[in-house]
C-alpha cells in the first residue's frame, strides 16, 4: 500500500520501507527577513526559495509525525485568551524598523504558463509548484480533471503566528502551517510548467568577475542623537570593502563579499552627521552604520532623494532645545 513520507524536505509516496529518504531533520528558521533549516547552513529571502533547499541528511520514510498534533485547537489563533491569576509585568514598547520604499520598482518577471509544456518529461515524484498542494507525479497516464488545491497568495508570518495572504486561517506551528488546506481550486496541477526555472533579471558580471548588486534590503532606527542603519548583504569581506563617511551629507560604500558580490554607491543622507563620530560594523549579514547626528533632528526617511512617509520612529527621549 502506497504511503506519503512526513518528513520535512521529502513528501513523497512511497511503497518501500527501505527505500532511501533525503530530508531536513530539524526545525525551519526565519530570522530578519532569513528563512533556513537548522540542520544546514543555506539562508534564502524568499518563502519559494526556501521550499527548494536541497534537504540534508539521508535515512528511510516514514509515516510517524515527529511532532504531534495538539488536542485542541490552542494554536488556532481564535482560541479564548488565558487569564492569569497574578497581573503581569509591564511590556516595554515593541520597536519596529522602519524599512525604506524602493526607490525604483522592479521589473516584473514573465508570468509563467499555467500548464505543464506537454512536449517536456515529468521526473517521478516530482511536486506541485502551487503553494498548499500536496501532490506529487507520479507517472502517467495523468488523470483528468485533476484536482489541486492550493493558494495563490503569499505565505504571511506576523508575531508568531503563521497563515497565507490569500485567506484569513492563521496558526502557530510551522508544521500547521504546511498542512493549511488551499482556498482555490484548479482542473489540473502544476509541475513543470514550460520546463523554465523562475528567475529574475540576469545578473551583470564586470570584468574582475564579480556579480554587481545594484541595490540591498535597509531599514534604519533612530535615537535622539544617533541613526542606526542596516544594509543586509551577506559574507562582506572587510579586507576589500571600503565604506567611507566622505561629507556631513553623503557616505560613500563598497562591499565586496566572499563569494564574489559587490555593491557600490554613495547615499546621500536626510540630514547632516558629524563624519568623526560616526562608526560601522561588519557582521556576518550585514553592515550596521551608526551616524551620530549633527543637529538633534528627527529623520523621517534616511536618503535626502525619498519621499517622506509622514511619520518619525524614534528610540528614547527626544532630545531638548
Not at 513520507?5 to 521529502?10: E, I, S
Not at 559574507?235 to 556631513?248: A, E, L, N, Y
Request: hydrophobic share 30%; charged share 25%.
Amino acid at each position: 500500500m502506497a504511503s506519503k513520507c512526513v518528513h520535512k524536505g521529502c513528501g513523497k509516496v512511497f511503497t518501500d520501507p527501505s527505500e532511501e529518504c533525503v530530508y531536513h531533520p530539524g526545525p525551519p528558521i526565519f530570522h530578519e527577513g532569513q528563512k533556513g533549516w537548522k540542520c544546514c547552513k543555506t539562508r534564502v529571502l524568499t518563502f519559494d526559495e526556501f521550499l527548494s533547499i536541497p534537504p540534508c541528511t539521508t535515512g528511510t520514510h516514514s509515516t510517524v509525525e515527529e511532532t504531534p498534533p495538539a488536542a485542541t485547537p490552542s494554536s488556532v489563533l481564535d482560541a479564548q485568551p488565558t487569564e492569569f491569576s497574578t497581573p503581569l509585568p509591564p511590556r516595554n514598547p515593541v520597536y519596529v524598523p522602519h524599512q525604506n520604499p524602493p526607490s525604483q520598482l522592479a521589473t516584473p518577471a514573465p508570468i509563467e504558463s499555467d500548464d505543464d509544456d506537454p512536449a517536456l518529461d515529468i521526473p517521478s515524484n516530482t511536486p506541485c509548484r502551487r503553494r498548499g498542494c500536496t501532490a506529487t507525479y507520479t507517472g502517467p497516464p495523468r488523470s483528468s480533471p485533476e484536482t489541486c488545491d492550493f493558494h495563490p497568495g503569499h505565505p504571511l508570518f506576523h508575531e508568531g503566528s503563521k497563515g497565507y495572504t490569500c485567506c484569513k486561517r492563521r496558526v502557530l506551528e510551522f508544521d500547521e502551517f504546511m498542512r493549511i488546506e488551499g482556498c482555490q481550486t484548479k482542473d489540473h496541477h502544476l509541475f513543470i510548467g514550460s520546463g523554465k526555472k523562475r528567475s529574475g533579471k540576469a545578473a551583470v558580471v564586470d570584468d574582475a568577475g564579480e556579480e554587481r548588486v545594484e541595490s540591498v534590503r535597509n531599514d534604519f532606527y533612530q535615537t535622539a542623537t544617533t541613526v542606526i542603519v542596516s544594509l543586509y548583504l551577506k559574507k562582506i569581506d572587510s579586507t576589500r570593502s571600503g565604506i567611507v563617511f566622505s561629507s556631513p551629507l553623503s557616505i560613500n560604500l563598497d562591499l565586496a563579499t566572499t563569494d564574489k558580490k559587490r555593491h557600490a554607491t554613495t547615499i546621500p543622507l536626510y540630514a547632516p552627521i558629524d563624519p568623526e563620530k560616526s562608526k560601522y560594523k561588519i557582521m556576518g549579514t550585514k553592515l550596521e552604520l551608526t551616524l551620530v547626528k549633527a543637529d538633534g533632528a528627527g529623520w523621517p526617511v534616511l536618503r535626502s532623494d525619498e519621499r517622506k512617509t509622514g511619520e518619525i520612529i524614534q528610540v528614547g527621549r527626544a532630545g531638548t532645545a
